[in-house]
């Protein structure tokens, strides 16, 4: 029987992967719950999400990354393939807090791209083993358990081991994102100085987002170098 494993129970998943869930379940309340609350308070200066946008890009010699409006909520993102700055449908038009603090965070990772920043040209350059390792790790090293097969089964922690380093490299690259945002609020007087507090209330609650995924990526990763070993020494 593989450590980890006790009359029928996966102690490993209740004492390392469960905790780990429970951060995440709860970042993502919170950052909804700010996202909330300072979408509903808007900005004085009155202007959009799409205009504060396009101010900072023209500002930082980017006027060839477009804004453009996708669909969803909160699935805001900029394609480095295209040079799009994509808003979503409750930031793009809003003139809230929240969504200022948005569509900067955005135009943060397109300033990201145009400097060459180490850790996103890092982050972008492993994607594609990433992808791969996301998909196939788990099964690979479930075979390999199940036909005791320990080649497999490392092979299945080092693909998940990819997808760990992934999301280890992609926390400075939101939060450089968001300091940026946040220094250009700051300086071109985007919001007023309480605006830009809840503005910062609302890209920090999101940070924890990838705090809490990396975590749990790091108990799962965890877990199954402890059922890999105890498995060889049974």
């Known amino acids: 029987m593989p450590m980890g494993y006790y009359y029928g129970y996966d102690y490993t998943w209740y004492l390392l992967v469960l905790p780990a869930f429970l951060l995440a379940l709860w970042a993502q309340f919170r950052?909804?719950?700010?996202y909330s609350k300072y979408s509903k308070i808007r900005s004085v200066r009155g202007r959009t999400a799409a205009?504060?946008?396009?101010?900072i890009l023209n500002n930082h010699?980017?006027?060839?990354?477009?804004?453009?409006q996708i669909g969803g909520e909160l699935t805001d993102n900029y394609d480095p393939r295209t040079n799009i700055v994509?808003?979503?449908?409750?930031?793009?038009?809003?003139?809230?807090?929240?969504?200022?603090?948005?569509?900067?965070?955005?135009?943060g990772h397109a300033v990201q791209h145009a400097e060459e920043y180490g850790p996103l040209k890092l982050r972008s350059a492993i994607i594609p083993i990433t992808n791969i390792g996301s998909s196939l790790s788990i099964p690979i090293f479930f075979i390999g358990l199940l036909f005791n097969y320990t080649l497999l089964m490392n092979i299945g922690i080092l693909l998940f081991g990819l997808v760990a380093l992934f999301q280890l490299i992609t926390l400075p690259v939101e939060f450089n994102a968001s300091h940026r945002a946040l220094a250009t609020i700051e300086e071109r007087a985007l919001l007023t100085e309480d605006e830009a507090r809840g503005a910062k209330r609302v890209l920090s609650a999101a940070a924890l987002t990838y705090v809490a995924a990396l975590a749990s990526?790091?108990?799962?990763?965890?877990?199954?170098?402890?059922?890999?070993?105890?498995n060889r020494r049974n």
């Open 86 to 107: 994509h808003l979503s449908q409750g930031v793009y038009n809003s003139t809230s807090i929240a969504a200022i603090g948005v569509a900067a965070h955005e135009c």
């Open 61 to 68: 010699g980017l006027s060839y990354v477009q804004v453009d």
């Open 31 to 34: 950052v909804k719950a700010t």
């Open 51 to 55: 205009e504060v946008a396009r101010q």
């Open 217 to 230: 990526t790091l108990a799962q990763l965890l877990r199954l170098i402890i059922i890999s070993r105890g």
